[in-house]
C-alpha cells in the first residue's frame, strides 16, 4: 500500500506534530491490504464492546445510524450519502494532521478531514497521531448528530474568525477547545459519566482510564477554563471536562469570543493537572502514575 506523503515534524508545547500535503485526496480503497481490513476489523470489535457501557447514547445511536461494520473497511462515498441526508456533512480523504487552518475552513464547510491510511498492526493499541480508524469510528458517527454537527460547524467557522481577528494566540485557545471536547470531552447521562471525544473513543485504554482510573481530574465544562488549559498529545489526560449536553457545547461557541480573547490573552495558561478554585470539581485525581514533578 502507498504511504502517507509526511511533510514534516513541528515542535510545539504540546509535542512534536507531524503535519502532511494538505491537499484532498480521494480514498484509495482498492489499495487496502487484507492486513488493513484485518486491523480495522480487531479495533472496530474491540472498541465495539468496550463501549457498550462507555460510551455515551448519542454516539451508539449514531454509529448504529451511519451503518459501519468490523466486515471491511467503510467506503467514505457510502457513509457520505447517509451524512450528508442526515446533517450536510461530508468526509473528505486527506494525507494526515493539517495545518489549523486548512482544518477550520473544511470544518466551516461542512467537511471532515478523514486520514485515508490505517495504523499498523503493531500499532494497533497506540498511534500518536489520527489514522483512518480515530478519524472514521471516533469522529465520523457525531456528524450524524444534528447539534454536535452544528457545533462542529461553529467550531470551525469560529476558528477562522480568530485566526483573521486575533491570531495566533487565539488560534491556542481554540485547538484546546477542540482537545478538551471534541477530542477528550465526557458528558453526564442518567447511567454516569459517559465519553463522546474521539480521542478516547478510538483508544481502548484511554477508554478505561477516562471513565474508571482515580488519576485524572473530572471537571465540570467551562468554555473560558478549558481555552487556558495546556495539554500533551502524547499522554492520557489529566483532566477530563464534562459536559452535561451537546446544547451547552453549541452555546459555549454563540458567545462573544472577542472578550474571551481578550480575557484570556497574555495571562499565563493553566497545567494540564492543576484544580483551580473556581472549578465545579466532579473527581479530584490522586495523581496516580502521573510523572513526579512534571506538570505540563
Ligand atoms: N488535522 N486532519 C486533521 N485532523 C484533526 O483533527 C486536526 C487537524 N489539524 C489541527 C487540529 N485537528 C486541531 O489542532 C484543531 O484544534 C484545530
Ligand atoms: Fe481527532
Not at 155 to 169: D, I, N, T, V
Not at 237 to 258: G, H, I, P, R, W
Request: negative net charge; charged residues 25%.
Amino acid at each position: 500500500m502507498n504511504t502517507p506523503h509526511r511533510v514534516e515534524n513541528i515542535q510545539t508545547e504540546r509535542g512534536s506534530i507531524p503535519m502532511y500535503a494538505t491537499g484532498v485526496v480521494s480514498q484509495p480503497w482498492e489499495s487496502y491490504s487484507a492486513t488493513d481490513h484485518q486491523v480495522w476489523a480487531e479495533l472496530f470489535r474491540r472498541q465495539q464492546t468496550l463501549l457498550a457501557d462507555h460510551a455515551c447514547g448519542e454516539f451508539l445511536d449514531s454509529r448504529e445510524a451511519l451503518g459501519m461494520t468490523p466486515d471491511a473497511i467503510p467506503r467514505f462515498d457510502e457513509l457520505n450519502q447517509r451524512l450528508d441526508a442526515t446533517t450536510g456533512w461530508t468526509l473528505i480523504g486527506v494525507e494526515g494532521l493539517l495545518p489549523e487552518a486548512v482544518f477550520f475552513e473544511h470544518l466551516a464547510q461542512r467537511r471532515f478531514p478523514v486520514t485515508w491510511w490505517i495504523r499498523r498492526p503493531e500499532q494497533i493499541d497506540y498511534i500518536a497521531e489520527p489514522d483512518l480508524f480515530h478519524d472514521l469510528f471516533g469522529h465520523a458517527p457525531l456528524l450524524m448528530n444534528p447539534v454536535f454537527a452544528d457545533y462542529m460547524q461553529a467550531y470551525g467557522r469560529g476558528g477562522l474568525r480568530a485566526l483573521h481577528e486575533f491570531g495566533e494566540e487565539a488560534l491556542l485557545n481554540l485547538t484546546r477547545l477542540y482537545w478538551y471536547t471534541v477530542e477528550f470531552g465526557l458528558i453526564r447521562d442518567p447511567a454516569g459519566l459517559r465519553i463522546y471525544g474521539a480521542g478516547i473513543l478510538s483508544s481502548k485504554g484511554e477508554s478505561v482510564y477516562a471513565l474508571e482510573s482515580p488519576a485524572p481530574n473530572r471537571i465540570g465544562f467551562d468554555l473560558q477554563r478549558v481555552m487556558c488549559t495546556r495539554y500533551r498529545i502524547d499522554s492520557f489526560q489529566k483532566t477530563y471536562f464534562v459536559v452535561d449536553s451537546f446544547d451547552e457545547l453549541f452555546t459555549a461557541t454563540q458567545q462573544n469570543f472577542a472578550k474571551i480573547y481578550a480575557n484570556v490573552t497574555g495571562k499565563d495558561s493553566t497545567p494540564a493537572g492543576a484544580i483551580l478554585d473556581r472549578d465545579q470539581v466532579i473527581h479530584r485525581g490522586n495523581r496516580e502514575g502521573w510523572p513526579e514533578g512534571v506538570d505540563v
